[in-house]
């Protein structure tokens, strides 16, 4: 199976800030790449597929970019309602498996 | 749009099984595929298996193989996953997801999980 490794764990930024979160895989996955974002309590919700495209209705400070094994989501300008934790997730072979996460907090 | 409503929460004792349901409402059964998620506490996702119904296809993960069955039912439009010998650390969240097969030109394709259902809890506890 693919292993996805996430970095940072966790991270602390400031309204405004730009935040960048690394993923990458342990073979390549050419650009099947997902980003989910997971507030307290509920349901994970699809911010990129295909590693840079972006879901209907989420904002444009969100983007993704890569291919191969290396991925990156940036986080424009951080804003108070982007608290949570982030996930990227493979789906290049029969398996979606996804990285470990991580949480950002806003200072 | 489809939405997933997921069956309630559960307590289960060690060694037995579980089941539980995910309904899909809307007419798209057939061009989802659909995955069961699970998140123990204060942990990350992790995909368990996925179905596309259309082929009768199933994928599990290596972890959960042996001990996990995902299955369909298209007269009610609902997937069932079950998994065994359950122990205290498969409490958890146990989502329902699901990933349109189609690409923009009407190929297969695997893709990401664009809709979700609202979670089960399922507590195990002797």
């Known amino acids: 199976e693919i292993q996805m490794t996430q970095s940072p764990s966790t991270l602390s930024a400031s309204v405004g800030d730009r935040v960048t979160i690394t993923c990458r895989a342990s073979?390549?996955?050419?650009?099947?790449l997902a980003w989910y974002q997971q507030q307290p309590g509920k349901a994970p919700k699809l911010l990129i597929y295909?590693?840079?495209d972006l879901q209907t209705g989420v904002p444009s400070r969100f983007s993704g970019s890569g291919s191969g094994t290396e991925f990156t989501l940036t986080i424009s300008s951080l804003q108070p309602d982007d608290y949570g934790s982030y996930y990227c997730?493979?789906?290049?072979?029969?398996?979606?498996?996804f990285g470990q996460g991580t949480k950002v907090e806003i200072k | 749009q489809v939405q997933l409503v997921q069956s309630g929460a559960e307590v289960k004792k060690p060694g037995s099984s579980m089941k539980v349901s995910c309904k899909a409402s809307?007419?798209?059964?057939?061009?989802?595929?659909f995955h069961w998620v699970r998140q123990a506490p204060g942990q990350g996702l992790e995909w368990m298996g996925g179905?596309?119904?259309?082929?009768?296809?199933?994928h599990y993960a290596q972890k959960f193989q042996g001990r996990v069955t995902i299955t369909p039912d298209k007269s009610t439009s609902t997937v069932y996953m079950e998994l065994s010998s359950l122990r205290s650390d498969d409490t958890a969240v146990y989502h329902c997801?699901?990933?349109?097969?189609?690409?923009?030109?009407?190929?297969?394709?695997?893709?990401?999980?664009?809709?979700w259902g609202q979670g089960t809890m399922v507590t195990v506890s002797s």
């Open positions: 073979q390549s996955i050419s650009d099947y």
């Open positions: 179905i596309i119904t259309i082929f009768g296809t199933v």
């Open positions: 809307g007419d798209t059964f057939s061009s989802y595929a």
């Open positions: 997801a699901g990933s349109p097969i189609y690409d923009t030109n009407g190929y297969y394709s695997n893709n990401a999980f664009d809709i």
């Open positions: 997730q493979q789906y290049n072979s029969f398996s979606w498996m």
């Open positions: 295909k590693a840079s």
